[in-house]
């Protein structure tokens, strides 16, 4: 079947200038994440979307930064006035509840978008 | 002290060896445990969950030890198909109000060489 989609698959912009990321999640996940990986960094979480709830931004670096999901599904991450030190992949994971033991759930990633600031 | 460290690598093995990759995690209510690997310039796939009495699948070998708080993976008779990024996932404590994040390892750089 389908796996995460994110688009686009590269991006260069200018400083200064707004971006937005999409994520396309695997139909029927229920849960959303963003994350950003630079360069020989490891997965820095910044959103988590859950169903209808109220979604988790606590990793989100700066108010530039902002994500929504819209009908439970596909979701944008927006990113303004973008800095050189936003350079990175970020990298959208979906996931589906499997019983209570939630904390076992697999997350599968999406292939990620690579974003270069100049 | 960061909340999962790796061994920072990278490790450059011959076909056949066997390696093995420790990680450490600072929270000690942690749950749950994975394995990711990451080939380069791609997304992050789930290697193998890891369980407290430890598990085995095919070549790969997984441990918990939790009184010293680390998770190690094993890999026997390395292939070339082996090189990766190995990235350890841990998960606070199920019920507590963020089980569902996955905090990463910086990963560790694998190569398999012929």
Known sequence: GAGVSQSPSNKVTEKGKDVELRCDPISGHTALYW???SLGQGLEFLIYFQGNSAP???GLPSDRFSAERTGGSVSTLT???TQQEDSAVYLCASRIRQG???STDTQYFGPGTRLTVL | RKEVEQDPGPFNVPEGATVAFNCTYSNSASQSFFWYRQDCRKEPKLLMSVYSSGNEDGRFTAQLNRASQYISLLIRDSKLSDSATYLCVVIPLLGGGSNYKLTFGKGTLLTVNP
Do not use: A, G
């Open chain 1, 56 to 58: 988790d931004k606590s």
């Open chain 1, 79 to 81: 990113i303004q006035r």
């Open chain 1, 100 to 102: 209570p033991y939630l």
């Open chain 1, 35 to 37: 994350y950003r990986q």
